[in-house]
């Protein structure tokens, strides 16, 4: 037995295999295969229409697959509904992003933690009630830069303040693997800095994988991408790779194009 494949595998969190898309006459996504390592920062980037959204969408569970296999942890959950997904690690922001506007990001956040601990509605009770809940809360609220708004409600809450508590809520379900889609899209440039930074510190143990037309950002963050045109995957390698490789400059970053 080859061992260093073995670990290979082990290492491997999130894949899928000979993934296909049709609605009607049309291949959304075109036998698509992607492993995603334990740790990774990955980018998926494409040209509007190239699948990106179908594709989460499909490792997500909100649509069937045609054909191919969706692995997680090893397991086949090609059938399992999204919310499945969500219990076995698989969390994607904008799935959660319904924020309930008159809640505070304490209490969506206690919510969010009593639900995921097995505790149901409990989460309504006074929020000293459980300790383990609270040091919970009290860590997300400082990892995500909202302790000094967390008693606003959420429709108070500066816009950037809002995707950071997203953010809050995804990492809250304890993911193995985080799909962060375009969590700067609509940011204003004033808080923007402060959600790059916060995307950056994520847990390093997390597989997150990035979803993002801002190409400084991917470029900052990502180690690692994968281009897809058309429904199917073009290249993929480093960000160094990609940014030299002539088909991703001709397809997606223009030509000329400075990152390194």
Same mark, same amino acid.
């Not at 997150?208 to 470029?219: A, G, K, N, T, Y």
């Given at each position: 037995m080859d061992l260093g494949a073995s670990r290979m595998s082990a290492d491997i969190v999130l894949s899928c295999e000979g993934l296909v898309k049709r609605f009607g006459g049309i291949t959304a996504t075109d036998n698509v295969s992607l492993k995603l390592m334990r740790g990774a920062r990955h980018a998926l980037i494409g040209p509007n229409g190239a699948g990106k959204t179908t594709l989460i969408n499909l490792l997500t569970g909100v649509l069937a697959p045609t054909a191919g296999r969706i692995e997680l942890l090893g397991k086949d959950i090609s059938g399992l509904a999204p919310h499945d997904r969500v219990r076995r690690g698989l969390v994607r922001t904008f799935q959660i992003n319904q924020l309930f506007e008159g809640l505070t990001p304490l209490q969506t956040l206690a919510m969010t933690v009593s639900q995921h601990l097995g505790q149901g509605a409990a989460w309504w009770q006074p929020l000293g009630h459980d300790q383990q809940v609270v040091q919970r809360c009290e860590q997300l609220?400082?990892?995500?830069?909202?302790?000094?708004?967390? #008693?606003? $409600?959420?429709?108070?809450?500066?816009? !950037?303040? =809002?995707?950071? *508590?997203?953010?809050? @809520? +995804?990492?809250?379900?304890?993911?193995?693997?985080?799909?962060? #889609?375009? $969590?700067?899209?609509?940011?204003?440039? !004033?808080? =923007?800095?402060? *959600?790059?930074?916060? @995307? +950056?510190?994520?847990?390093?143990?997390?597989?997150?994988?990035?979803?993002?037309?801002?190409?400084?950002?991917?470029?900052?963050?990502?180690?690692?991408?994968?281009?897809?045109v058309n429904g199917a995957v073009l290249t993929e390698g480093t960000p160094a790779e990609m940014a030299a490789d002539p088909r991703v400059k001709e397809v997606y970053l223009g030509h000329g194009d400075s990152h390194g």
């Open positions: 609220l400082a990892q995500f830069h909202l302790t000094e708004v967390m #008693d606003q $409600p959420t429709q108070e809450l500066a816009y !950037g303040k =809002r995707r950071l *508590l997203e953010m809050a @809520v +995804a990492l809250a379900c304890e993911p193995s693997v985080l799909l962060l #889609d375009e $969590p700067v899209a609509g940011v204003p440039a !004033g808080e =923007r800095d402060e *959600l790059l930074r916060t @995307v +950056a510190a994520l847990p390093a143990a997390v597989t997150v994988v990035l979803i993002e037309h801002d190409m400084d950002l991917v470029f900052s963050f990502a180690n690692r991408m994968t281009v897809l």
